[in-house]
């Protein structure tokens, strides 16, 4: 359900809700989870959200949904196991700065946030190689910068956790 183009994006949403309250703090689920393939659905479903822009604004919901989940499953990984596994490296690592340039410019400011926490906890995993990745993505370090340099403007106050999101970021790339 939560890739079928068919469904109506809320149904998607709502089935993408049920998967990430059934991971979170289930062990059992967590790895079900990591070893039937869900962080690929979950990309798959994201990629085909942000496909247009249109789509994304249409899909809002979803991704803010969709990127809290993979964010959560990053940063449990390392937790849990200590270590990146290698559903996380395939997958997350291997996507993250496409889809937070897919979002960069989201309407929804909760989008672009979530979409930040997510590439800032893939960091944690690799900071070398996600680095790389990030500075070879078009156009996602003039984002980030230009997201930084909004502090001290008149969204500024509003924006403040995307603003801190995009500084550790860049702060990574160092």
């Known amino acids: 359900v939560v890739v079928d183009k068919g469904e109506d994006v809320k149904v998607r949403a ?8 059934t991971v979170r703090h289930n062990n059992t689920a967590f790895l079900q989870f990591l070893h039937a393939a869900g962080l690929d659905i979950v990309v798959l479903a994201l990629k085909d959200a942000t496909a247009t822009r249109e789509d994304a604004q249409r899909s ?17 990984t390392l937790q849990k196991f200590g270590k990146t596994v290698p559903q996380v490296r395939g997958v997350c690592l291997a996507n993250a700065p496409a889809l937070a340039v897919s979002c ?4 929804d400011v ?21 680095a ?23 969204q500024a106050e509003e924006r403040m ?14």
Request: include cysteine; proline fraction near 1%; glycine fraction near 6%.
């Open 14 to 21: 709502k089935a993408l809700s049920v998967i990430a309250a």
């Open 104 to 107: 960069a410019e989201s309407d």
């Open 60 to 76: 809002a919901v979803l991704l803010r949904k969709g990127f809290r989940l993979l964010e959560y499953v990053a940063r449990e």
């Open 161 to 174: 956790d995307e603003i801190d999101l995009a500084r550790r970021i860049l702060e990574g790339l160092k």
């Open 132 to 154: 790389d990745q990030v500075r070879a993505t078009q156009g996602l370090v003039g984002s980030l910068r230009d997201k930084v340099a909004l502090e001290g403007g008149d």
């Open 110 to 130: 909760e989008v672009r946030e979530s979409s930040l926490a997510f590439l800032a906890e893939c960091m944690a995993h690799d900071p070398a190689a996600m």
